[in-house]
């Protein structure tokens, strides 16, 4: 079926001669358009003011009628209330912080940087431990956010520049059987988890030194389904590699998050008694106010609740030390994790989500702890521990 069109066709008229009449004078006539008129499609998710204090619905589709009479309903009103209305569809909505809903399709395209300059980073470290010794140990822990994003972000090129003695990865969100190639560094013995749920969660290890041994888990069957855990022995010490669930959106997994502190707890304690232990990876909480841009009105948001920093706090008084603030008590600013949206890691508006925990026998050893904020491909940056373990 043809489209219809608006409106009657106008009526013939008679054709006239010149027989009789005086020839008029020439008229200027202005010369008819080539355009030719044709129904527009219609048009979708065009956005329309409801009143001068409500933003746009985008979730609506508004044909060409619709749209017609909301214009001509506009002009009735008067021009003087038509401009008002103009002028209060370009004001910028007010953005708090990163956990501030979507206001404005134009303001979630102010998204992150994501391509990394490898020539701004010094990879070197140039300080030396509480004893006078200079590092022999580099660790890289970094959550990835999906590892087959990260590999198209060029994300390995980074990793082989670092050229870090262990790579600890968090969230890689692929199983073993479908780890891209790219991951597979020469020069490094791999270890993958593989979570019960596809593409979810999932923690990676790369060491240029085979470790004594590697286990997955916590030895819990109803926490261990997610594949959160990763601990490998070596000579000196273990590292665990840990991915600690959210307490997620309005706290709806919080029991299970307290769940998981707890668990996590006894089991480092464990390997406590038998060697020192580097924890590293992505622990989903900011622990002291001064490790979040806002803390006031983050007090009831997942990674910030006073349930959950109490379990930092008890698990740091178990025998642990956060190295990060065991160097730098005082530093504000330095994040790890930042909101993908409105430029949040452009004005550093973030969270220090990302940890490297030592037992406290071993927390001379530290050499220094660096936040790698320039390096993108993440809503996480990578986290480089140097050490003198040997």
């Not at 990879?123 to 956010?145: R, T």
């Not at 909480?285 to 008890?314: C, F, P, Q, W």
């Not at 050499?367 to 986290?383: E, F, Q, T």
Request: aromatic share 10%; proline share 5%.
């Amino acid at each position: 079926m043809p489209p219809k069109r608006r409106g009657r066709p106008p009526k013939a008229k008679p054709a006239e001669t010149n027989e009789g009449k005086e020839t008029p004078k020439k008229k200027r006539v202005k010369e008819p358009s080539d355009k030719v008129e044709v129904d527009e499609p219609v048009r979708k998710r065009t956005r329309i003011p409801k009143s001068k204090n409500q933003s746009y619905d985008e979730t609506e589709d508004y044909s060409n009628s619709e749209i017609e009479q909301k214009e001509k309903a506009g002009k009735k009103k008067g021009a003087k209330k038509d401009t008002k209305a103009k002028k209060d569809t370009k004001v910028k909505p007010k953005i708090s912080d990163e956990n501030t809903e979507p206001i404005h399709e134009k303001y979630l395209r102010i998204t992150n940087k994501t391509e990394t300059n490898l020539n701004e980073i010094d990879f070197d470290c140039h300080k030396e431990n509480a004893d006078g010794e200079k590092a022999d140990l580099k660790i890289c822990s970094w959550n990835v956010a999906g590892i087959r994003a990260l590999v198209k972000k060029k994300g390995m090129e980074y990793l082989l520049k670092e050229d870090a003695d262990i790579i600890a990865l968090q969230e890689t969100t692929c199983g073993a059987s479908e780890m891209p190639q790219e991951v597979n560094l020469d020069g490094y013995y791999s270890y993958y988890t593989d979570s019960v749920k596809n593409d979810y969660c999932g923690v990676a290890l790369l060491s240029k030194v085979q470790p004594i041994g590697v286990t997955v888990g916590l030895q819990d069957e109803e926490l261990d389904t997610e594949a959160r855990v990763m601990t490998a022995e070596f000579d000196t010490f273990y590292l665990v590699n840990v991915y600690v669930p959210t307490a997620g959106q309005n706290l709806v997994t919080l029991p299970k998050r307290l769940k998981f502190n707890q668990a996590f707890k006894w089991y480092v304690q464990g390997l406590d008694k038998k060697k020192p232990v580097i924890i590293c990876g992505d622990m989903n909480v900011a622990h002291l106010e001064i490790d979040l841009k806002d803390s006031k009105n983050n007090r009831r948001n997942a990674g910030y609740t006073t349930e959950e920093r109490k379990d930092m706090t008890e698990l740091l008084e178990s025998g642990f030390v956060d190295s990060f603030r065991f160097l730098y008590p005082d530093k504000t600013d330095a994040y790890t994790y930042w909101h993908y949206f409105y430029n949040s890691r452009g004005k550093n508006i973030g969270w220090r989500l990302d940890y490297f925990l030592v037992s406290e026998r071993i927390k001379n050893k530290i050499c220094d702890i660096v936040n790698r904020d320039k390096v993108y491909g993440s809503d996480h940056c990578p986290v480089i521990f140097y050490g003198k373990l040997s």
